[in-house]
């Protein structure tokens, strides 16, 4: 796909036990000043274990990744990096990021 972009979304859970809950959600966005709006292209949660890859093929735009709800939000955590190896953002959740940065 010309004009695109290939993301890793690193799942993580400290307990080892799946994200209980939590999800992640992907929606495009018009600016980092605008959350909340734009249509949802990807969402997902880890089931089980301590980790898991997705991959995540984006047109270029902005992109907002929201991570949040589930029963155990101090043991999540993500990691999203562009193929180029770039750090958008890992931190714990519940979090809202928009990357990368219009």
């Known amino acids: ?32 000043k605008n959350t909340g709006e734009g249509f949802v292209v990807a969402t997902g949660t880890l089931t089980d274990g301590s980790e898991s890859l997705e991959w995540l093929c984006l047109t270029d735009g902005c992109y907002e990744l929201a991570v949040s709800g589930g029963d155990a939000l101090s043991e999540v955590g993500f990691e999203y990096v562009s193929v180029l190896s770039i750090m ?8 809202t990021l928009i990357c990368p940065l219009c």
């Open 1 to 32: 796909m010309s004009d695109a972009s290939i993301y890793r979304l690193r799942l993580y859970d400290s307990g080892g036990d799946g994200w209980q809950g939590t999800t992640y959600t992907v929606s495009n966005s018009s600016s980092y």
């Open 88 to 95: 958008c953002h890992e931190i714990a959740t519940p979090f």
